[in-house]
């Protein structure tokens, strides 16, 4: 498996990228297609899991004027439990915590046993977000558990 960093202008990779995003978010999740693509698209730094020369998987990052933002984790049905999600957080971690910054997700609830695994903590309360139920996460070092590496 191979993760790439590509920009929003790569139309090619983009399309993969969005595609993606499409199957998992719209069509499994039903979140509304218009607002899963938004303004922030080219500001990001969007990334791509291949097996094989197939991409499995997709990402992206960006900065707010809350600190660095991970989103859009999506991994198509038949890559879960492939170690694309696993691939995917470490590569924007190794990217992202050397800038000092304060790193947050907004974490689906089924999913925020995954991100503890690498260090994030629920930092509120529940919310919805497309209709889906959500903690914020924060990224902090001393929240990795003390067992080996997941």
């Known amino acids: 498996m191979e993760i790439i960093r590509f920009t929003h202008g790569q139309s090619e ?4 990228s969005a595609r993606i995003r499409y199957r998992v978010f719209v069509e499994e999740q039903k979140v509304p297609g218009e ?4 303004e922030f698209e080219p500001e990001c730094h969007h990334y791509l899991v291949f097996a094989n020369g197939v991409p499995l998987a997709t990402c992206r990052w960006r900065e707010t004027a809350n600190g660095i933002k991970l989103e859009r984790f999506a991994v198509l049905k038949e890559a879960r439990g492939s170690g694309a999600g696993k691939l995917m957080v470490k590569q924007l971690l190794r990217e992202v915590v050397p800038l000092g910054k304060v790193i947050y ?8 046993a995954f991100y503890a695994k690498y260090g994030f903590t629920a930092t509120g309360p ?12 924060e990224y902090k070092l001393e929240n990795l558990p003390d067992s080996p590496e997941p």
Not at 13 to 16: A, M, V
Not at 105 to 112: F, G, I, P, R
Request: no cysteine; net charge negative; hydrophobic share 35%.
């Open 35 to 38: 607002i899963e693509y938004d």
């Open 13 to 16: 990779l983009f399309e993969q």
């Open 126 to 137: 529940r919310f919805s977000e497309a209709g889906i139920q959500h903690y914020r996460m």
């Open 105 to 112: 997700l907004h974490a689906q609830e089924q999913v925020t």
